[in-house]
């Protein structure tokens, strides 16, 4: 008799595990998601792309600005070498700290 009520209280565990498990399985399937989902879309695109052709109408305006200026000989640019500067002009090499 003992071994049919072992043998019993093994069945029970194991339909209660198997009765457990397919409730977890099933409200893992049809819940919604715990952790909030990323969304990677841009809340108005049209707008940002209005935004960008303005920027860049502005930027090419500038450069035309530029331009003008570089081609009507009011403004100059001279390139010094990067070596030159360094040795003619030392301080602007900086200075490490704690010395």
């Known amino acids: 008799m003992e071994t049919t009520m072992g043998s019993k209280k093994i069945w029970a565990a194991m339909i209660i595990g198997l009765v457990l498990g397919w409730l977890s399985v099933v ?17 108005d695109p049209g707008a940002q792309r209005d935004v960008m052709h303005k920027d860049l109408v502005e930027l090419n305006r500038k450069m035309d600005e530029l331009l003008t200026l570089l081609r009507s000989g009011q403004l100059k640019v001279t390139c010094l070498d990067a ?3 360094i040795r003619t002009e030392p301080n602007n090499v900086p200075k490490k700290q704690g010395s």
């Open 27 to 43: 409200g893992w399937v049809r819940s919604p998601s715990l952790l909030p989902t990323a969304t990677a879309q841009i809340p």
């Open 83 to 85: 070596d030159k500067r």
